[in-house]
């Protein structure tokens, strides 16, 4: 059986009734990318996981759309660690997220004081 190598971490999507959708900085979540989706072939290419995109993930609520703020590739024992506890990525969104989700991370990181020089989560990503 083959491990996931990549993990990504992101923020939930929620639906605020004042606000509409936006992002919930309360708490940051891991979830794991299964060896099936990281070999998923778009237009011959392997799929690149980005900040600043969005994936559909597997929670205890059931599935759910979240903003991915990291990517990390681990080494496969670390990651066997890991998977025990992840929740899989279900769906990667292969366009960039809505810019109203990139503007409320942005404030995120100016309000936690984050450095946003090296946040690459950007239109262009």
Request: with cysteine.
């Amino acid at each position: 059986m083959l491990m996931p190598r990549i993990v990504i971490a992101g923020f939930h999507i929620e639906d605020d009734p004042e606000k509409g959708k936006v992002l919930n900085t309360k708490k940051k979540y891991y979830w794991r990318v299964s060896a099936h989706t990281e070999n998923k072939k778009v237009d011959g290419k392997n799929i690149e996981f980005k900040k600043g995109h969005l994936a559909d993930v597997l929670t205890y609520r059931g599935p759910q759309k979240v903003f991915i703020i990291g990517v990390c590739i681990a080494e496969q024992e670390e990651v066997k660690e890991w998977a025990k506890k992840l929740q899989r990525v279900l769906k990667y969104h292969l366009e960039p997220a809505d810019t109203r989700y990139i503007q409320q991370y942005k404030e995120y990181l100016k309000k936690t004081k984050i450095d946003t020089q090296n946040t690459h989560a950007t239109k262009e990503d």
